[in-house]
């Protein structure tokens, strides 16, 4: 008979403990007093500093040595932390001995300050020391310093402006339109011409061209014996080009019958009896208005009949009267 043994539970641990230190890293700046001079920790060569050098090492005590030939070298126990460290390497003056390490010194504090960029047009471009920062109306943070901001919309020119940051600064920019020609072909001689209700000219016996400022704009154009001509016109940046059409004034006619003439037994309106002719055409009205120029006029009662022919002026009023005589031979 087989005897079984009691079920024994032994626990064996193995632990195998693999310790992996990476080691951080910082800063280490040195300042030689004469450059170029050899950068040396721990024994190994870092590199040249002509006068500065610059690079990351690894935390924690190191001996730095400075050295350049012809000089008594620099030696110093140095003490790296997170912050990095910066050591001014006088050479010669300590003649090879190792100094203590020097105290590490925190960088100051970043103070930034607010920039505010405002401008008489929303929506312009800020740029500072050359980099877009935004857009007006702007505000933003920059540390103590000289800054350049330009300020650039189209249609305008450029703003610049250089400001020395010491506290919270502001820049109010006025820019100032581009001109571009507005080109209204060949006008009336003597035609004013005016935007908005400001005249800026007066057309001569050539092309009428005006610089003026891109936007939107009532144009109106006047001369004697027009009627005054007026549009809205928008202007963009590569200007504008535009050939007005004048339109004459009319001229203005009434009849009228002198009373030495009109026979008093006649009963009604004496006006029934007479027809009016402008051009072969019968008028309705015996006033009313006719383009300038030379137009005959025809007026007919009963078995008489009288035409003449006439040149009306624009903007002219007239007043047509009939005569009658008799002539004995």
């Known amino acids: 008979m087989r005897l079984n043994r009691p079920f024994l539970t032994l626990c064996m641990i193995f632990s195998l403990v693999f ?17 170029p001079a050899q950068v040396i920790l721990d024994g190994k060569l870092l590199g040249i500093g002509n006068p500065t050098f610059s690079g990351q090492v690894s935390t924690g005590n190191h001996e730095l040595v400075v050295r350049k030939s012809g000089l008594p070298e620099f030696r110093q126990r140095i003490t790296i932390g997170a912050g990095g460290l910066t050591v001014n390497a006088q050479l010669g003056g300590s003649g090879g001995a190792v100094l203590p390490a020097p105290t590490p010194t925190p960088p100051p504090a970043v103070v930034n300050y607010t920039l505010s960029v405002n401008a008489n047009v929303a929506g312009a471009d800020v740029f500072i ?10 505000t933003g943070q920059v540390s103590r310093g000289s800054y350049n901001v330009v300020v650039r919309a189209p249609g305008y020119n450029d703003y610049s402006q250089s400001v020395s940051v010491t506290g919270a600064a502001v820049v109010n920019a006025s820019l100032n339109p581009i001109a571009v020609p507005l080109n209204l072909g060949n006008l009336f001689p003597g035609a004013e011409v005016f935007l908005n209700g400001t005249k800026i ?39 504008f080009s535009y050939t007005p059409a004048l339109q004459p004034m009319m001229a203005s006619y009434s009849f009228e019958i002198p009373a ?9 309106n004496p006006w029934s009896q007479i ?48 005569f009658a005589g008799m002539m004995v031979k």
């Open 19 to 35: 310790g992996a230190f990476a080691q951080s890293r910082a800063m280490l700046t040195v300042i030689a007093s004469e450059g």
């Open 129 to 138: 020391n050359g980099i877009q920062a935004g857009k007006t109306p702007f």
């Open 201 to 239: 000219g007066v057309a001569g016996g050539s092309p009428f061209v005006a610089q003026v400022a891109p936007g939107t704009y009532t144009l109106t154009v006047r001369a004697g014996g027009f009627m005054d001509f007026s549009i809205q016109i928008t202007v963009g940046t590569g200007g």
């Open 260 to 268: 030495s003439m009109t026979n008093p037994a006649m009963k009604g």
């Open 275 to 322: 027809q009016l002719y402008i051009d072969g055409a019968a008028q309705k009205d015996f006033k009313g208005q006719v383009q300038p120029g030379r137009h005959t006029l025809r007026m007919v009662s009963g078995a008489f009949l009288i035409e003449f022919v006439y040149d009306f002026e624009s903007g002219k009023s007239y007043t047509i009267e009939p």
